[in-house]
């Protein structure tokens, strides 16, 4: 018989104990702290009391709103402009990679600086009201106001990851067969058929990811609306993401702060299969 060997075991150890210790071992503790609450310094059992807070909790319904609300605004619009300009790009003969890298560059970027350079361009009298001035409109209180902080929110969030995705989009479009465009333009389909009828469907499991990760990242919430606004004015841009962590480091309740954290995988989960079953794929 043939004697086991346990070398590749001794090799996966490292990676299996890192799992264990940053990974498994959190996620398990935060789940039993969850069921907990302090009391006097202390942490002690609580059932489900921190869940039934989260339906009486006003901050926690309005981050979730705020959280919402740039999902379903910001997602579609990043990935239809993603799509756009992959399309573009795809077809284009020269300069592709220089295009390519230029709007990449956003992701990127550093989040700190990001911040600082849009907070400064959308002043009272940064560069983007000026501009607005020129043409005779007046200026924008893009910081200030509730719903004009989310839309200077929702556009930094653009700005950052339209390149990310539109690089995953054009990745697939680049193995797509050439023979369908070919096969479509003999039966005298022109561009904007083939898109619809060729592009699309070819990438419907790519957009299915792309709309799951950047599901997940809004859910998650937290540089963007933290560098940029605080989550003000009166709370207009505090995110799910942002309340935990005020909860969690700000105010040292961890019991809730870890409920907060299952809110957000669940509603992950929820969603995700929302949109498997929506776009019909197993």
Not at 240 to 261: E, K, N, P, V, W
Request: some cysteine; charged content about 10%.
């Amino acid at each position: 018989m043939q004697k086991k060997s346990y070398v590749p075991y001794l090799f996966l150890l490292p990676a299996v104990v890192l799992f264990a210790v940053f990974m498994a071992y959190p996620i398990i503790y935060s789940f039993l702290l969850s069921f907990q609450k302090s009391d006097g310094g202390v942490m002690v059992y609580a059932g489900v009391e921190n869940y039934k807070r989260l339906f009486s909790d006003k901050i926690f319904w309005k981050a979730l709103c705020n959280t919402f609300i740039i999902l379903i605004i910001q997602v579609p619009i990043m990935l239809l402009l993603s799509m756009l300009l992959a399309s573009i790009l795809n077809s284009l003969k020269h300069w592709k990679g220089i295009f390519r890298v230029s709007y990449f560059m956003p992701a990127v970027t550093s989040l700190v600086a990001c911040s600082i350079i849009f907070s400064i361009m959308l002043m009272g009298d940064g560069i983007v009201n000026q501009a607005l001035s020129q043409l005779g409109i007046a200026p924008v209180p893009w910081l200030s106001n509730p719903i004009w902080a989310k839309v200077a929110l929702i556009l930094v969030m653009t700005w950052r990851w339209t390149g990310y995705n539109m690089i995953i989009h054009l990745a697939a479009m680049q193995n797509i067969s050439e023979s369908l465009y070919e096969a479509a333009d003999l039966d005298g389909a022109g561009k904007l058929k083939q898109f619809f009828s060729i592009t699309i469907p070819q990438l419907k499991p790519v957009l299915l990811f792309t709309a799951i990760l950047s599901t997940i990242g809004t859910l998650q919430l937290f540089d963007e609306p933290y560098t940029l606004t605080k989550g003000g004015p009166s709370d207009a841009t505090l995110t799910i993401g942002m309340y935990l962590y005020q909860t969690g480091f700000r105010f040292f309740d961890f019991g809730y702060a870890s409920t907060l954290a299952y809110v957000i995988v669940v509603l992950i989960g929820i969603i995700s299969y929302v949109q498997f079953k929506v776009t019909g794929d197993e």
